[in-house]
């Protein structure tokens, strides 16, 4: 039997059937894999095309941007023209990153990211200012990072409540203008401990923080920067081991696990008992993970055992949120604090969207002895990124 290969329709046509198939399309998707296409190729046909369509954009706005109605974006537009002039994008992303990319794992950077206008024709340009923030992160920005090998690493593909959506406004970059945000890199990635080489990527309209890829996409994005992941050193000590042992024995066996996101601090312990066993190996924080993990190599160790393990673990460490896999927890009680993103004009960031957290909850649940095996071996690869130190 003939191999069956499928070929994009964007990539056969030639440039004028490209420019038809744009007219066409009866998705934004489409539209946009014909405007990739379009900026790659270049090309009289392309740039004629390209220049009409954002002229069409801009003429409800006036010369100057400010005039008249300002309800499209022409981000997009303006920069599949400019690539396909051959020239630079119009409104690159700048990003600063502290420490010079040093991180200790499983922390990340905050990385400062902006939209910088730097259009060589001075156009406006009509941008979508704020939005898309009710998860807790900015979702139509991305982090692509690779590996020294050039593997793509794994996003998040969902973060915080998953609710989308936002306030925001239509507005104009011009010359000497900016628009930033701060990026909590650990809301979009994970990284084990290794050097990589990463991009943060934006998109004007859509939401692409939880994508795989950016195919198909004409995305805004930055220099690439290197950022080195150190593994954690815990340091434990006999006093520790015990107490991690006794405060996981005390762990109930009966009701609803309790998942903490944020920090274990005063205005928690209405939540989770600073004397209860959860409550302790939550003060104990990363000292903890040792014997926690301990815990999960125990085969005959209670369904209810392994979920408070893998419940507590998720809440010192951040890493491996057991909600999201059926079967690993049964019922649960979460709380999660207060939360803010913000962003802002020419290097000045104000809160663009908050939420003041709250407590959910889940019951009827049933645990799955083969789902929590699959979902513990994702917590033996993490001892490969923490050095245990044992201490007297």
């Not at 934004?28 to 190729?41: D, F, G, K, Q, Y």
């Not at 600063?96 to 939209?115: H, K, Q, R, T, Y």
């Not at 010359?175 to 890199?185: D, F, K, N, Q």
């Not at 609803?256 to 959860?278: C, N, T």
Request: aromatic share 8%; proline share 7%.
């Amino acid at each position: 039997m003939p191999l069956l290969c499928v070929i994009p329709l964007c990539l056969v046509l030639n440039d004028v059937g490209l420019c038809v198939a744009f007219d066409r399309a009866a998705t934004s998707a489409a539209r946009s894999r014909c405007l990739v296409e379009l900026s790659r190729r270049g090309g009289p046909v392309a740039v004629s095309f390209l220049t009409r369509k954002r002229d069409e954009l801009l003429a409800p706005q006036g010369a100057g941007g400010d005039r008249g109605r300002r309800d499209e974006s022409t981000v997009e537009f303006l920069t599949a023209l400019r690539r396909a002039q051959g020239q630079p994008d119009p409104v690159p992303v700048v990003v600063s990153v502290p420490g010079e990319g040093e991180s200790i794992f499983p922390n990340l950077p905050v990385v400062d990211g902006a939209l910088v206008y730097r259009d060589v024709q001075k156009t406006p340009v009509t941008f979508r200012e704020g939005g898309d923030y009710r998860s807790g992160r900015q979702e139509r920005w991305r982090f692509a990072v690779r590996d020294p090998r050039g593997k793509a690493m794994p996003v998040r593909s969902h973060w915080g409540s998953g609710i989308g959506g936002g306030i925001y406004v239509m507005a104009v970059l011009k010359p000497g203008e900016s628009w930033g945000t701060a990026l909590p890199m650990r809301n979009f990635i994970d990284l084990p401990p290794g050097d990589y080489t990463a991009v943060v990527q934006y998109h004007d309209e859509e939401t692409i923080a939880g994508l795989p890829d950016t195919k198909g996409l004409l995305v805004c994005q930055s220099e690439p920067f290197k950022l080195h992941v150190q593994p954690r050193v815990i340091d434990v000590t006999r006093a520790d081991r015990a107490a991690a042992r006794e405060a996981i024995a005390a762990l109930p066996d009966k009701g609803p696990v309790q998942i903490l996101e944020g920090p274990y601090g005063e205005d928690a312990r209405g939540f989770i008992g600073p004397d209860s066993g959860a409550g302790r190996l939550l003060a104990l924080g990363w000292r903890a993970v040792p014997a926690l993990l301990d815990a999960l190599d125990d085969e005959a160790a209670a369904g209810q055992r392994r979920a408070w393990a893998f419940a507590i673990l998720y809440s010192i460490t951040g890493l491996n949120d057991p909600r999201h896999d059926d079967g690993v927890l049964a019922a649960y009680e979460s709380r999660k604090g207060v939360w803010a993103v913000s962003g802002g004009r020419n290097g000045r960031l104000d809160i663009t969207g908050l939420g003041l957290g709250g407590e959910g909850s889940m019951s009827g649940g049933k645990f799955d002895a083969a789902a929590q095996r699959a979902f513990a071996k994702k917590w033996k690869a993490v001892r490969e990124y923490v050095v245990v130190r044992e201490k007297p």
